[in-house]
């Protein structure tokens, strides 16, 4: 049985750059969660995903928008990339809304130049 | 405006001993409360978890304490090994309002085990 999946594992682009990150979340699981880490932090919430519909976002410019599509996968866009954007994105998937015991991908480590 | 905060950046522990990692939050929304151990080039891996109704939840080498009237919660580890080696994250959600759905996370602990 195959975890949360992330693609790519690594990623460097210029500033002013559009990124897409993807993730395919465990067996089983309808919700997918996005989150970003910075460099000695703790993962911070971007936006949750069921239903193929945004259903909780947190403080993150409009820059980052993310899609689900029907067989639960979901890709996270980041346009107009800045120096701060560098940072590790998390994918965590889950079965329903509400249930936060989340599986985690290993993560895309984005770098911005 | 750092909801939970772990205020420990490292601890170092040797093997058999125990290990106690804090932490501490400030919504009183949050209802439930996970730790997640986080290796190097990995995700974060759930570890244990705690419901705002109980105040102790163990599981194996591994227990957490919730302190309510305190907000602050706390993971043991007996007896720690050197594969405990990790970063360690406090999160917390809550099962309605603004945080229903999300993790919040705190900074993180670095936990070395030493043979």
């Known amino acids: 049985d195959a975890g949360v999946t992330q693609s790519p594992t690594h990623l460097i682009k210029t500033r002013g750059q559009q990124v897409t990150l993807r993730c395919s979340p465990k067996s089983g699981h309808d919700t997918v969660s996005w989150y970003q880490q910075a460099l000695g932090q703790g993962p911070q919430f971007i936006f949750q995903y069921y239903e193929e519909e945004e259903r909780q976002r947190g403080n993150f410019p409009d820059r980052f928008s993310g899609h689900q599509f029907p067989n639960y996968s979901s890709e996270l866009n980041v346009n107009a990339l800045l120096l701060g954007d560098s940072a590790l994105y998390l994918c965590?998937?889950?079965f329903g809304v509400g249930n936060t015991e989340a599986f985690f991908g290993q993560g895309t480590r984005l770098t911005v130049v | 405006d750092q909801q939970v905060k772990q205020n420990s950046p490292s601890l170092s522990v040797q093997e058999g001993r125990i290990s106690i990692l804090n932490c501490d939050y400030t919504?009183?929304?949050?209802?439930?409360f996970l730790w997640y151990k986080k290796y190097p080039a990995e995700g974060p891996t759930f570890l244990i978890s705690?419901?705002?109704?109980?105040d102790k939840n163990e599981d194996g080498r591994f227990t957490v304490f919730l302190n309510k009237s305190a907000k602050h919660l706390s993971l043991h580890i007996v007896p720690s090994q050197p594969g405990d080696s990790a970063v360690y994250f406090c999160?917390?959600?809550?099962?309605?309002?603004?945080?229903?759905?999300?993790?919040?996370f705190g900074q993180g602990t670095i936990l070395t085990v030493h043979p």
């Open positions: 999160a917390a959600s809550s099962a309605g309002g603004t945080s229903y759905g999300k993790l919040t």
């Open positions: 965590a998937s889950s």
């Open positions: 705690i419901s705002s109704i109980k």
């Open positions: 919504n009183s929304m949050f209802d439930y």
